[in-house]
Nanobody, 114 residues
Framework: QVRLVESGGGLVQAGGSLRLSCAVF????????MGWYRQAPGKQRDFVGI??????NYADSVKGRFTISRDNAKNAVYLQMNSLKTEDTAVYYC?????????WGQGTQVTVSS
């Protein structure tokens, strides 16, 4: 069983930065996919970026602004968000795949004001 706990969300002005963290608890051996999704109000959950262990892929909307990193020693994955835009406002969810099963965190709210 795997449990994910996100933190680091909040309110920031457009052009600012935030760093989200996702702590992974439980059986972490075998996790080879870690990443982030987001869901804006009234919209579906969208892909932000994924670290598949050898390559990181980002959504076009965040390329050059967002960076995913992972710390295997701390069982954590991070999302550094720079040059934030109002359209980045959403609940951000951490996502991992362990033994073929997908796990999600509870989400953390990011609000970008103009």
């Amino acid at each position: 069983q795997v449990r994910l706990v996100e933190s680091g969300g909040g309110l920031v002005q457009a052009g600012g930065s935030l760093r989200l963290s996702c702590a992974v608890f439980g059986s972490i051996f075998g996790i080879n996919v870690m990443g982030w999704y987001r869901q804006a109000p009234g919209k579906q959950r969208d892909f932000v970026g994924i670290d598949g262990g050898g390559r990181i892929n980002y959504a076009d909307s965040v390329k050059g602004r967002f960076t995913i990193s992972r710390d295997n020693a701390k069982n954590a994955v991070y999302l550094q968000m720079n040059s934030l835009k109002t359209e980045d406002t959403a609940v951000y969810y951490c996502y991992v795949v362990h033994a073929g099963v997908s796990y999600w965190g509870q989400g953390t709210q990011v609000t970008v004001s103009s």
